[in-house]
């Protein structure tokens, strides 16, 4: 969905991405030829070279706490220019209940966290997404775009 979202604000848009449910990476990687997804989990694959944006959107949420430091590093090294982290949000983390398991997944402030490991970034565009928005309603969520303070 994240990818056809973006497809429409840019159609000629280059994609690569990392998906870890086989179904979900046959299914984005059929949406045009040059949709590139790689199956499996961001903490086995090595990803090479950089883009101009690198997004999560609904990602972080899932990663053990334990690890978002290896995931932060990676989003870092992998984007020339922009980061956009758009996840649940919480000042103090903490883990909640989802679709029946318990401590998972994660809210946080996970863009605050990814600048403070990577201060070669700075903010540049805050928003809040509400649930109960007439327009465009999706769960409570903060997008917050990060650019790289090297040019």
């Not at 979900?24 to 944006?53: M, P």
């Not at 053990?64 to 992998?78: G, N, T």
């Not at 700075?122 to 327009?135: E, F, G, I, Q, S």
Request: hydrophobic share 35%; with cysteine; aromatic share 12%.
């Amino acid at each position: 969905m994240n990818i056809r979202a973006l497809r429409v604000l840019l159609p000629s848009l280059e994609t690569t991405g990392i998906e870890i449910n086989e179904k979900a990476t046959l299914e984005a990687s059929a949406i045009s030829d040059d949709v590139k997804i790689l199956n499996g989990s961001i903490l086995n694959h090595e990803l090479c070279g950089t883009y101009d944006f690198v997004f999560t959107k609904g990602f972080l949420i899932h990663i053990s706490p334990d690890e978002l430091p290896l995931v932060y590093k990676k989003m870092a090294d992998a984007s020339s220019r922009y980061v956009m982290i758009a996840e649940y949000y919480n000042p103090i983390p903490v883990s909640i209940s989802y679709r029946g398991h318990q401590n998972r997944p994660f809210k946080r402030d996970f863009a605050g966290e990814f600048l403070e490991a990577n201060p070669e970034f700075k903010l540049v565009d805050y928003r809040v997404h509400y649930k109960k928005a007439t327009n465009f309603s999706q769960d409570d969520i903060t997008s917050k775009w990060r650019e790289t303070n090297e040019q």
